[in-house]
């Protein structure tokens, strides 16, 4: 059965196909998605399994009929349409890899998902960064032994997890709110469970509401739970969602935001915004005081309060480190590494622990190259919010809720009709 556009000459037509068209991907697709939309056309596509194969000509269909879309005078209209061509591209992309047509290499996929070109780093890079770790981490013997045993004694015992995330997503929350105007009745719901390979997940559910998921099965120490509040939650994914739905769908009325997939360029600036928010929420001294006085205390873990300063300057050095992730991706993707060959290569190159490299490498398998808008994310955002002048506090907090409620996003030249952001 065939997919037919309902009007290849009018833009809002395209944009509710680019929705139909995404929806029966996911028919074949088990990464998690975001809909908002209307949940009757939702069921009626999952019980409407179509072969891919069939799809990608619908794909190409919405692709070449975006393309002969006139946005003469209208930039709007042009960066609108020049958006739904990276997410058609990205639809292409994706189902290529689903059948197995893999890209020729990764930095070819990353390029067809997310239309940016992230930096591949060497070994050297890395083993210069771990140097200076060798200053921070006590006793002698491997740095990645020491590491292993020194980050673990800052792990949370399982049943205080909730209340310290629990805890943490409140004054995530106070502090989004005095930076932010919200939604009054916006709202989390958290739910200690499993979603996937992943360690945290923000189901939002529309008109500001959010399922927090996080996971009871992974390793959480101290320092995650001020990050994983604020990237999932605030100023994270669901402000992020909550002021998207506002603008793009409620007021301009672009139901292509309706859906929002894990690959095309909207991720770059999804998962870097919600990793630039942490640490404009939390000072690095916050951070430290927070964990001392409150995560520490909840957890039971009060004798580590002296040492709290120096644990988080290893997690600075770490989290300058992260860009092994998408080098570990690269080699079990793409040049044939085992699974053990890259979790040791996270371990000696990442200076991640075993069962947090294991963790990594799951989140990997599933997502793939979707890695890189972590890391690339994040600086990509922070250029775009500092590059231009020294903007004071309030001037980021400003400026990141504008990444919300604009669709400026690093698309690549899609047949001349924007210009990839430098």
Known sequence: MGFELRDPSDLNALAEDYVSLALHLHNHDPNPYIFIGDKALQAAIKADKRALRDLDVAFMRLREALAAISTLGCEQTANRRALLVDRADALLARSAILQGKMPTSFDAEVEALYSVQAPEQSEDHFRALAVEL??????????????????????????????????????????????????EDEDITLLMNNVGSFGAFAEYLGKGKTNVHFSTTMPFHVDRAVELATHEAYPGHHVQATLLEA???????????????????????????????????????????????IVLPQAGLTHLASEIADYHRYVD??????????????????????????????????????????????????????????????????????????????????????????????????????????
């Open 317 to 422: 050095y770490v989290e300058r480190l992260n860009y092994a992730r998408n080098e570990a991706a690269r080699r079990l993707l793409y040049q044939g590494w085992t699974r053990e060959r890259a979790v040791e290569w996270l371990m000696e190159f990442g200076l991640e622990t075993r069962a947090i490299a294991e963790m990594r490498l799951t989140i990997i398998e599933t997502i793939r190259s979707y890695v890189i808008t972590y890391n690339y994310g994040l600086d990509w955002v922070r250029d775009r919010i500092e590059r231009n002048d020294t903007p004071n506090t309030t001037q980021k907090w400003t400026r990141l809720r504008g990444l919300f409620e604009a669709p400026v996003m690093p698309v690549k030249s899609h047949l001349g009709m924007v210009q990839r952001w430098p």
């Open 134 to 183: 060798e200053h921070i981490i006590p006793e002698n013997g491997p740095l990645q032994e020491r590491m292993s045993r020194y980050r673990d004694r800052f792990l949370l015992p399982p049943e205080h997890v909730e209340q310290t995330v629990a805890g943490a997503l409140e004054e995530a929350q106070r502090r989004t709110r005095a930076k932010m105007d919200l939604p």
């Open 247 to 293: 603008e793009m769908i409620d007021r301009r009325g672009w139901q292509e935001f309706t859906m929002l997939p894990l690959f095309g360029a909207h991720t770059i600036v999804a998962e870097g915004a919600a990793n630039y928010g942490v640490s404009l929420s939390f000072t690095r001294e916050e951070r430290i005081t927070y964990d001392r006085d």
